[in-house]
């Protein structure tokens, strides 16, 4: 079986091993997420201060209905009451990750396909239209995530934050409305390191770039961009780079121009 290594050098070859990469970024840095939130809550209890470090622990899915958020009941008890947060943005992180697992098989696909059968891929015209479809929704589908996912990250960072929530925690709520009449202190003990998620959603919409360029090479290589055949000439085609790779046969009229400049004078 013959590879078509040429492929890999045109943008239309080329950008799927980009997207290959982008793809598995994106959602390796999404699915893998994982990291903590801390509430400090200090009082003095018998004279003597004590501090509680409150966790909250931040990954995917992020679904908050099931992750629990535990507490002191009062400050400086052993005793614990639990919560669940009424926050769930698994829906959009979960489709988020299934577009970039999408996208992955079917860049190192499409790669494959190029290399070993591009034989079939530019004798049969459905081929290319095929790809420009898949390719163009896979675009749309980076659109929409990457819109979703962005408002999702900053839903996330904020209501999980320790600001956000001390307001969980009846004592912390009530001081903070009567700081006068307070001996509990509740206080952002560390806010969580987002910059995984925050790399996650700029590889989402540089997802987003590539896919819709890389629509403009497969268009290139469907019968809507190739120039259409002129009587007496054989088919052409053009590669990603609108360079002609093949070239028809010579009209009789050609033929004739050509045998006139070598015919030598005198005869």
Same mark, same amino acid.
């Given at each position: 079986?013959?590879?078509?290594?040429?492929?890999?050098?045109?943008?239309?070859?080329?950008?799927?091993?980009?997207?290959?990469?982008?793809?598995?970024?994106?959602?390796?840095?999404?699915?893998?997420? %994982?990291?903590?939130?801390?509430? %400090?809550?200090?009082?003095?209890?018998?004279?003597?201060?004590?501090? @509680?470090?409150?966790? $909250?622990?931040?990954? $995917?899915?992020?679904?908050?209905?099931?992750?629990?958020?535990?507490?002191?009941?009062?400050?400086?008890?052993?005793?614990?009451?639990?919560?669940?947060?009424?926050? @769930?943005?698994?829906?959009?992180?979960?489709?988020?990750?299934?577009?970039?697992?999408?996208?992955?098989?079917?860049?190192?696909?499409?790669?494959?396909?190029?290399?070993?059968?591009?034989? !079939? !891929?530019?004798?049969?015209?459905?081929?290319?239209?095929? %790809?420009?479809?898949?390719?163009?929704?896979?675009?749309?589908?980076?659109?929409?995530?990457?819109?979703?996912?962005?408002?999702?990250?900053?839903?996330?960072? !904020? !209501?999980?934050?320790?600001?956000?929530?001390?307001?969980?925690? @009846? $004592?912390?709520?009530?001081?903070?409305?009567?700081?006068?009449?307070?001996?509990?202190?509740?206080?952002?003990?560390?806010?969580?390191?987002?910059?995984?998620?925050?790399?996650?959603?700029?590889?989402?919409?540089?997802?987003?770039?590539?896919?819709?360029?890389?629509?403009?090479?497969?268009?290139?290589?469907?019968?809507?961009?190739?120039?259409?055949?002129?009587?007496?000439?054989?088919?052409?085609?053009?590669?990603?780079?609108?360079?002609?790779?093949?070239?028809?046969?010579?009209?009789?009229?050609?033929?004739?121009?050509?045998?006139?400049?070598?015919?030598?004078?005198?005869?």
């Amino acid at each position: 079986m013959d590879i078509n290594t040429r492929a890999v050098k045109e943008p239309r070859g080329f950008i799927r091993i980009i997207q290959f990469i982008f793809a598995i970024l994106a959602f390796a840095t999404t699915a893998g997420f %994982d990291t903590q939130t801390v509430l %400090d809550i200090s009082c003095k209890v018998d004279g003597k201060a004590k501090l @509680d470090h409150v966790n $909250y622990k931040v990954e $995917y899915p992020f679904n908050f209905h099931d992750v629990p958020f535990k507490y002191p009941s009062k400050c400086g008890e052993e005793k614990s009451d639990t919560k669940y947060l009424k926050m @769930d943005f698994s829906s959009t992180a979960q489709f988020f990750v299934t577009v970039g697992v999408l996208c992955l098989l079917y860049s190192l696909g499409s790669l494959v396909f190029y290399l070993f059968m591009a034989k !079939y !891929y530019e004798t049969n015209p459905l081929l290319p239209m095929i %790809d420009l479809v898949a390719t163009a929704i896979l675009s749309i589908f980076w659109l929409a995530g990457s819109i979703a996912w962005a408002f999702r990250v900053s839903d996330v960072q !904020y !209501y999980t934050s320790p600001k956000q929530l001390k307001d969980e925690i @009846d $004592y912390c709520k009530e001081c903070f409305e009567n700081p006068q009449n307070c001996t509990v202190v509740c206080s952002i003990g560390k806010t969580g390191n987002w910059a995984s998620l925050n790399v996650s959603l700029i590889l989402g919409f540089g997802n987003l770039f590539v896919w819709a360029s890389s629509c403009w090479f497969v268009f290139k290589e469907t019968t809507l961009h190739r120039k259409p055949m002129q009587m007496g000439e054989g088919p052409q085609r053009f590669d990603s780079f609108g360079d002609q790779t093949r070239q028809g046969p010579i009209t009789q009229q050609n033929q004739f121009q050509q045998q006139q400049q070598f015919t030598p004078s005198g005869y």
